[in-house]
């Protein structure tokens, strides 16, 4: 396996303004490998219920993903969540979350995964993130994502991940949680500083801060005028952003640039539909037309 | 005179985590000068009273600001304003405002300053906008600023303004209220609907997002570690802008970007000191080693 991605696999019911889906694919692992298998194979981690559609396991496998490392609990519930985008898709209100297996997730992976060169660790307990870091043989380059809920109650076990991982990729607010600092820059700078030689702070509609092997690269995001729904683009950039660098030389800090390229280009598809009707019908010749848009974009040339 | 602005001269009393000013140096036509005198002879355009500081007047004349434009009203008080900035540099609380002889500004442009090619209306009344509109006799590119109060009371002026100037430089806030949209991307399009060729979104330390004949150029902000003081950072941002377009080709699409860049690095000096402490020491060459960090932070090749 190219690439390996640790995390949830849900079913999401999502309201905004443009309309609203019941019972989608979702979770980190599904936007992360729909991404990612643009650019190479990619071996899911996770675990569902017998309730998980077949149509969804389908839509996966005919893009490449792997299902090896997908545990279904028999008579067990898939991980559910609900939510609500305002006007502003900014902001959004929980409606429900119900974990179903996924409380009791523990993540094994197949012994075809274990050589793995690259991999991510999606928002899941870092206690279980940390031994999924134990099963990896040789990595090349590991990345890890978190969330509020774990630098609160697990703040210890997150420090002994960001020590041991390569690379994180997480959002401004976890940022600044994280390292107790008010602004982006020096919190991305703190992160650092526990460990990853690569930290990718994710600011949404304002892109991409990235501190590689010191340097800093700041990646705008796309502007976006059509945006459906945003659950999981931060999945899908990294998605994006790893399996760009599955295939590429993580001893080059450049390649890190181009990685949140790749990864902003991703959300941007997956922002454009509900669940992964947006990322679905993407080519890899789309991905690079609009990562040359990408590149237009930010160039000083125009 | 190759640029003019017209704006409020201030003196300004700032506590910021940093340290504290008082009766410094202030009012957006004074930072505007500052940074776009790095470029070009500029001419300002406002008022103070009569206890407006020699050592000002002396530190901008030295710098080739011209003064001829700025009225000395007998008895009268300048502009004074008071700021309190929170832990969080994005946060900051007006103690107060004395408006003094700025309030009953009338701008008057000396004669020669009425054939100048390039010029700048900084947040003042909208109705005084167009009476300085009326005043220049052929510029080549003229923008304008504008804030919350004059959209809210004065907003069928502050359109006519619009349909009257070749760009405008407001933050993000402003575009929202100004066309009723939520999201920056859609109020950026909206403003240039009302009629300037060229729209620069200021987004603070997520940077700038130009809309110029059509196309986008997303515009990072340089990741600050050690910022003093954000005020003026704006007008300052405006002063490169402007300052690079007086010397350039404003038919050239890609001359907007570099006036985003060369504003975004102004700002950034700007950011580095209270009043225009940050400002005042920089050279042009400190300004385009700036512009070459710039470059290579928002380059995909590193």
Redesign the interface.
Known sequence: MSLVVVGSVALDTVTAPAGSVRDALGGSAVFFATAASLFCPVGVVGVVGDDFPEAGRRLLADRGVDLEGLETVKGGATFRWEGVYH????QRDTISTELGVFETFEPKLPDSYKATQVAFLANIDPKLQLRVLDQLEAPRFVACDTMNLWIDIARDSVCEVLGRVDGVIINDQEAKQLTGL?????A??AVAEMGPRVVAVK?G???C?LLADG???????????N?VDPTGAGDTFAGGFMGYLAGADVGD??AF??AV?YGTVLASFACEGFSLEGLVPVTREDVEARLAEY?R??????
């Open positions: 006007d502003d898709l900014n008010s602004d982006t820059v020096r991305a700078r600011k509609e304002h892109g801060l340097a800093w690269f700041a990646g705008a995001a796309l502007p976006l005028e945006v800090p450049a640039r181009r390229a590149a974009l930010i160039s000083l040339d125009g």
